[in-house]
């Protein structure tokens, strides 16, 4: 694909509005708290979408919104960053879809809910009033919070010819997706994931091998193991297998975004064609620059960024 052309990746999955709320004393069961609160734009595909649209990448979100104020937030916010919204099926009488985490005083999780009704009952109808766009990305990523049936019929029908690229998300979704997991074109696991995912133990170095062979064998084109500040392991249809870290980071802000980092930069490099050792630099270094920033997203991301963290942090 030419460097000229911005390329373009659909994403299809999980949009919402992420509240937070950490105490500022030791928390009281049963009772009013006083604490700091925050709310925010989230979502795992939105969350890889909006750091690809500040890589320079076009994006377009297929999800879910609620006649709400949510709803509403979701719609801005996104298109603020550089999404394309104009796709997002918007369901009246529903709520959309949330997520509260309440911290304790030192900042670690007490307690965490989500509502994604309307995540779990979209129609695979609407994968077909958008089959036209799905099938001319460049690629399209997803998310396993999607249920099984829909995630099967987007990977076997509507995506036609497009690679589909997948975060498990946790270990209770990679349970609920491996049955189809021999269908994607890539897929990002941690290691607890790709146990679970591959029926095997993925612990040690030689664990984590076995088990990506296992999915290799199952139809799995590609797998990247995220493995927080040990790197990566990545291995693939076409016989590449390796362990890849850039240097450590001496001083981390904030880690709640790597992941969604690592998976936008390891689709726009591998849209843009980037050789095996750089698409999986770059997903580091997109990695990176999530962790220096206060927020999920670091507003800063962009392609230049990722690259000058490619340039200094490449062991």
């Known amino acids: 694909m030419s460097e000229a052309r911005q390329p373009v990746v659909i994403g299809v999955g999980a949009a919402n509005v992420d509240v937070h709320g950490q105490s500022r004393k030791?928390?009281?069961?049963?009772?009013?708290?006083?604490?700091?609160?925050?709310?925010?734009?989230?979502?795992?595909?939105r969350n890889i979408l909006e750091n690809l649209a500040r890589q320079g990448v076009q994006t377009t979100l297929?999800?879910?919104?609620?006649?709400?104020?949510?709803?509403?937030?979701i719609e801005r916010d996104s298109a603020a960053a550089g999404i394309d919204v104009s796709h997002l099926?918007?369901?009246?009488?529903?709520?959309?879809?949330?997520y509260i985490a309440i911290l304790d005083e030192r900042g670690d999780m007490l307690l965490g809910m989500s509502d994604m009704r309307i995540i779990e009952s979209l129609p695979t109808a609407y994968l077909d009033e958008n089959s036209p766009l799905l099938s001319k990305a460049d690629a399209i990523v997803c998310d396993a919070c999607l249920p099984l049936a829909f995630l099967d019929y987007l990977v076997s029908e509507a995506a036609g010819d497009t690679p589909v690229l997948i975060d498990p998300v946790s270990t209770a979704y990679a349970r609920q997706m491996e049955p189809v997991v021999g269908k994607f074109a890539g897929i990002k696991p941690n290691e607890m994931e790709l146990s679970i995912l591959s029926g095997l133990p993925a612990e040690t170095e030689l664990q984590i091998e076995r088990a990506c062979e296992a999915l290799l064998n199952r139809g799995t084109k590609r797998v990247a193991v995220s493995r927080g500040a040990k790197g990566c392991y990545y291995a693939d249809v076409e016989g590449n297998r390796f362990f890849r870290a850039l240097r450590p980071v001496e001083q981390m802000v904030n880690a709640t975004g790597a992941g969604d980092a690592f998976m936008a930069g390891f689709t726009h490099a591998l849209v843009r064609n980037l050789s095996t050792e750089e698409i999986i630099d770059y997903a580091l270094a997109s990695g990176i620059a999530a962790i220096m920033s206060m927020t999920t997203i670091n507003p800063d991301m962009s392609d230049a960024l990722v690259r000058e963290n490619m340039r200094q942090y490449r062991l």
């Open 89 to 98: 099926m918007k369901k009246r009488d529903t709520v959309s879809s949330s």
């Open 62 to 73: 297929l999800s879910a919104v609620g006649d709400d104020l949510y709803g509403e937030k």
């Open 26 to 45: 030791s928390i009281v069961m049963r009772d009013s708290n006083p604490g700091y609160m925050a709310t925010s734009v989230g979502g795992v595909t």
